[in-house]
């Protein structure tokens, strides 16, 4: 099994920053894609940024140029720096890993994903 155990979330004033970290354990063989989804209430979960295996990142337009993605694949961690938060960023922030791994019908890939931490920007 593979468990995902986020931390850095909190309460923080408009234009602050906070960053968010996530450490991925247990049987893991490899890691391909890693990255962050946040939900706010009533909403769904929406993609904020994902980090390749070879460290290709992608944004959502709502967070370009304000958060940064990284990872370390020596310590199974992906991280999330915040900057220039706006209360409109205020969700729950959820990781996650694509992890492959061996199916009846051969190699599938599966998605894990941390308990979510709660980000709360204040104007």
């Known amino acids: 099994q593979v468990q995902l155990v986020e931390s850095g979330g909190g309460l923080v004033q408009a234009g602050g920053s906070l960053r968010l970290s996530c450490a991925a354990s247990?049987?893991?063989?490899?890691?391909?894609?890693m990255g962050w989804y946040r939900q706010l209430p009533g909403k769904q979960r929406e993609r904020v940024a994902t980090?390749?295996?070879?460290?290709?990142?992608n944004y959502a337009d709502s967070v370009k140029g304000r958060f940064t993605i990284s990872r370390d694949n020596a310590k199974n961690t992906v991280n999330l720096q915040m900057d220039s938060l706006q209360p409109e960023d205020t969700a729950v922030y959820y990781c996650?890993?694509?992890?492959?791994?061996?199916?009846?019908?051969?190699?599938?890939?599966?998605?894990?994903w941390g308990q979510g931490t709660q980000v709360t920007v204040s104007s």
């Open positions: 996650y890993i694509d992890h492959p791994e061996v199916a009846p019908t051969g190699w599938t890939v599966k998605k894990y």
């Open positions: 980090i390749t295996s070879g460290s290709s990142t």
């Open positions: 247990g049987s893991i063989f490899s890691i391909n894609a």
